[in-house]
């Protein structure tokens, strides 16, 4: 049974910095991973995905310069950081998780995607 943890929540002022984890267990092959947000009364949206190497990555046009994503597949963890941060950035962020048949394939579609954490809340104050 595949397994999503996120981490790292909370409540950051403008101009902060939280940093997101995302624990995987039970996968069980090379996995492709993102992260999304979903703000209260919007869809959810594409923030940054990562390939199995690392050495691919992608972000959304709202997020870019401003987030990182990177993993340890050692340790089975993805991580978001986040700095600079807006109130706008206010979200409940998702990880998720699919099967990569490549090394250095990411993917920006929340349907591309099979696994999903329960979710984690970003609140940014001005």
């Known amino acids: 049974q595949v397994q999503l943890v996120e981490s790292g929540g909370g409540l950051v002022q403008a101009g902060g910095s939280l940093r997101l984890s995302c624990t995987a267990s039970g996968l069980t092959s090379?996995?492709?991973?993102?992260?999304?947000r979903q703000a209260p009364g919007k869809e959810r949206e594409f923030v940054a995905a990562i390939s199995w190497s690392?050495?691919?990555?992608?972000?959304?046009?709202?997020?870019?310069?401003?987030?990182?994503?990177d993993r340890d597949n050692a340790r089975n963890t993805e991580y978001l950081q986040m700095n600079s941060l807006k109130p706008e950035d206010t979200a409940v962020y998702y990880c998720a998780a699919r099967p990569s048949y490549t090394d250095n394939s990411y993917f920006t579609t929340s349907s591309y995607y099979g696994y999903w954490g329960q979710g984690t809340q970003v609140t940014v104050s001005s």
């Open 30 to 36: 090379r996995n492709a991973m993102g992260w999304f």
């Open 54 to 69: 690392g050495r691919s990555t992608h972000y959304s046009d709202s997020v870019k310069g401003r987030f990182t994503i």
